[in-house]
């Protein structure tokens, strides 16, 4: 099939579901093409079957707000009529699924068939759906879609709840590839642990976008609690609004030493297989990818029971979830496992068995090629 796909190329979820979507399907035989504003950082360029197409939005000064939506509307049916595109699969619903149905309907004008799937990932749905500036857009780009995905359960309730769709929502959770997300062999990973901490230290690694939706001050403050306890390093990657906060607890609490702001890493498959723990006290998050990717690495999660987390951890079996802010439970539970040898290898060898079972590449891929007929073979609009 010749697919399109569209997502937010920055540091998130849901663009590197994208890509590594568009990875999975070129590897199957498919086409992709990227059509995005700029390449996704996970892409590196020199995947066969993929391209990327970039959309440049022109800045006539007349325009304070230069219409992106527009400009990728007609990059998207320029690159569906050129390439012969099969369909569009765009990530996050707002604007994506907009600029899908101009492109379609543009199309359709030619006698040109262009069908669009629109999966969901979360704050599209969760925050920015629900301002009211975006919630009958968001509503009207979801019915107008000719297929419907949330990542998670939790996702497609909670879609159903807010927005009343007509459209049927399917669930696809998201995937990790499970020989790429590893575990490192005891030697590579003593190589990797050494850049970061000595012989003996624990290693807890954050990872995100830094926005208030993910706590970052109480992943400080629990790992503050930890380090009381016993010698560790905490990996804070990623970057965003809230980094300037979480330095600063960092340093008033006097474990600046001990807290390495790694920024935006793209290697994060050779980083978390190096951690013990990953620290993920989100407010909510609809289906927490990273959390996947560490289980697949062998390494447990502490994490807050919110949204689809409890779908992804079974709590004491491959994690340990909590309420939201509970800093206190939340460092106990670390201190607890990393102490007990026993369990946290119980719970390490859990958590990657339950990314192969469930959540690998090789699972979920053929769900989305399914997918993807039933929509190629079903009404042009709906
Ligand atoms: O969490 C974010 O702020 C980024 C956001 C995104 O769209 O990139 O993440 C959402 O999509 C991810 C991939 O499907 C999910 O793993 C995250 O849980 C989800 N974030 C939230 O629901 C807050």
Known sequence: ????????????????????????????????????YSQPFRLRGREQDIAFHEVSVSNYPLFEYPPYDLALATRMAEVAAYYELDLLHVHYAIPHSISAYLAREML???????????????????????????????????DQSNGVTAISKYLRERTIQEFHPERAIEVIPNFVNCDVYMPLSAEQRAHGRARYAANGEKILVHLSNFRPVKRTADVVRIFSRVAREMPARLLMIGDGPDRPAAEWIAHSTGIQDRVHFLGKQDNIAEILPLADLLLLPSELESFGLVALEAMACRVPTIATRVGGIPEVIE???????????????????????LRDEDRYVAMADAARKAAQARYCASKILPLYERFYERVVNGPSAP
């Open 108 to 142: 359709a004008r030619d006698g040109k068939r262009l069908p669009f799937i629109t999966t969901l990932h979360g704050t599209d749905i969760t925050l920015v759906g629900l301002d009211h500036s975006y919630l009958p857009t968001t509503r009207f780009g979801i």
């Open 315 to 337: 709590d004491g079996v491959t994690g340990c979830l909590f309420s939201v802010g509970d800093v206190d439970a939340m460092a106990a539970a670390a201190v607890d496992l």
């Open 1 to 36: 099939m010749k697919i399109g796909i569209t997502c937010y190329p920055t540091y998130g979820g849901s663009g590197v579901v994208a890509t590594e979507l568009g990875i999975e399907l070129a590897a199957a035989g498919h086409q992709v093409h990227f059509i995005a």
